[in-house]
């Protein structure tokens, strides 16, 4: 059984949160501080944690630094409407999603359920990665659609093969910069909306409503992997 940990100090909204994952068959623990939850994090071992980032004992954005020292888990982020830069700040520390509360219970466990099946994908894999009609061969470093032979230049396919390896995980414009053009281009964002608009035309059968690319409104981009 899958397990989930919630760190949140608002009771009934933890409580609310149990409850329904619950019954989607997650274990499911609940700390209300980031000290425990960070004790939690070690001793329990979950497979996700939800993080709300307005804590009373310090803030999420030191549990997302310290859990990221040791540990890759999926943290999906809370965070409240007025929290903007929060947000970015945490996915640029290591979170992997956010919601903004108020949020659907259908949207949490939609972004949750999206996580735990991640892509099982290793960036030195020989073998080849499908996304419906979208195949990429990682060791020729060949991408079809609909079996023809797609050409990327060498930073749309760097953009891509970064994408895959963070597949469900929202990446920050600056996060890929720094993957893909490297820390000395960090003011050049416009860079990675032109490449993902390439990425989106000559991959997405209908470019202007993405299904594998999508953004992150203010915040980048995330490739989706459908069921
Ligand atoms: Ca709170």
Redesign the pocket.
């Known amino acids: 059984m899958k397990s989930i940990l919630i760190i949140?100090?608002?009771v009934h909204i933890a409580r609310f949160i149990k409850t329904s994952l619950e019954q989607e068959g997650y274990q499911v623990h609940v700390a209300h501080l980031s000290k425990t939850g960070l004790i939690d994090a070690a001793t329990r071992r979950p497979d996700l944690l939800i993080l709300?980032?307005?804590?009373p004992d310090g803030n999420g954005f030191d549990v997302i630094s310290d859990l990221r020292a040791w540990s890759s888990i999926p943290i999906l982020v809370l965070s409240a409407r007025s929290d903007e830069q929060d947000k970015i700040k945490a996915l640029n520390l290591g979170a992997d999603d956010y919601l903004t509360k108020p949020f659907s219970m259908g949207e949490l466990i939609a972004r949750i359920n999206a996580h735990m099946r991640r892509w099982p994908v290793n960036a030195d894999s020989s073998s080849e990665l499908n996304l419906g009609n979208i195949k990429i061969n990682l060791e020729l470093r060949q991408v079809t659609k609909d079996d023809m032979l797609v050409h990327l230049t060498p930073i749309e396919y760097r953009m891509l093969t970064i994408l895959i390896k963070n597949a469900e995980k929202v990446m920050t414009h600056q996060q890929l910069l720094n993957e893909v053009w490297g820390k000395n281009h960090c003011h050049q964002e416009h860079y990675v909306r032109i490449f993902m608009s390439n990425l989106r035309q000559k991959l997405e059968d209908e470019p202007s409503r993405p299904k594998y690319f999508l953004t992150e409104i203010g915040v980048g981009y995330k490739l989706h992997v459908p069921k």
């Open positions: 949140e100090d608002e709300d980032l307005g804590l």
